[in-house]
């Protein structure tokens, strides 16, 4: 059975702290994803990694960065939390060629 | 990236055949169209992916025209359990790696009895 957790589902954190949000996944995936959901607004992408120590920038990389030093991990760092970053974070996974992306839980993170 | 449209809500009773439509008017040549379904507090789910004509498997159906710059989900006789968001996404590519996916707002389906 495939999994994708990440490592907390509440999280809360004062303004201008570092976060770090990890994920890891048991699938040998070499791919693997970042996303905030909000209301209204989807799912969008923040970055994502095709290899260990690859990454590429989505759509909203700004305040954020990312570090995937093994396969099976991928880490989400916000350098200086902000407001504003309050959201629910999900990670995802997929392998190639299947075409199938599989998603932790998430993981609801508020910036006070 | 093709980008995609949906509507933001539908109703629906249980028993009923609901069909949702998105449209991507940019799709290109070796797009794949996918659906993904997500329950409150959850991680979306994959529910089907297909290229062209018509697809299905026991959860729903997916059906493309020949022009591909549409697709219809559709899921037979509906429960209070299918109430989810759905996505429609476009991308991937024929290999399916490294590409990035594209969420767009999604479709609340809510079903009543």
């Known amino acids: 059975d495939v999994k994708v957790t990440q490592s907390s589902r509440y999280l809360v954190k004062r303004t201008g702290e570092k976060v770090f949000l990890e994920c890891v996944q048991d699938?040998?995936?070499?791919?693997m994803f970042w996303y905030r959901q909000d209301p209204g607004l989807g799912l969008r992408l923040i970055y994502f990694?095709?290899?260990?120590?690859?990454?590429e920038k989505g759509d909203i990389p700004e305040g954020y960065s990312v570090s995937r030093e093994k396969k099976e991990r991928f880490s989400l760092i916000l350098e200086s939390a902000s407001t504003n970053q309050t959201s629910m974070y999900l990670c995802?996974?997929?392998?190639?060629?299947?075409?199938?992306?599989?998603f932790g839980p998430g993981t609801r993170l508020t910036v006070t | 990236l093709a980008k995609t449209t949906q509507p933001i809500s539908m109703d629906s009773y249980e028993g009923q055949e609901v069909n949702i439509t998105c449209s991507h008017n940019?799709?290109?040549?070796?797009?794949?169209i996918t659906w993904y379904q997500q329950f409150p507090s959850q991680g979306p789910r994959f529910i089907i992916q297909?290229?062209?004509t018509k697809v299905t498997n026991e959860v729903a159906s997916l059906f493309i025209p020949a022009d591909r710059k549409s697709s219809t989900l559709s899921l037979p006789r509906v429960s209070l359990s299918d109430t989810a968001v759905y996505y429609c996404?476009?991308?991937?590519?024929?290999?399916?790696?490294?590409?990035?996916?594209?969420f767009g707002t999604g479709t609340q389906l809510k079903v009543e009895l």
């Open positions: 940019n799709i290109a040549t070796n797009d794949y």
């Open positions: 995802g996974s997929k392998g190639a060629p299947d075409y199938e992306q599989y």
């Open positions: 990694s095709y290899d260990v120590k690859m990454k």
């Open positions: 297909g290229y062209k």
């Open positions: 699938m040998d995936h070499e791919n």
């Open positions: 996404l476009v991308g991937e590519g024929l290999t399916g790696g490294g590409n990035k996916l594209t």
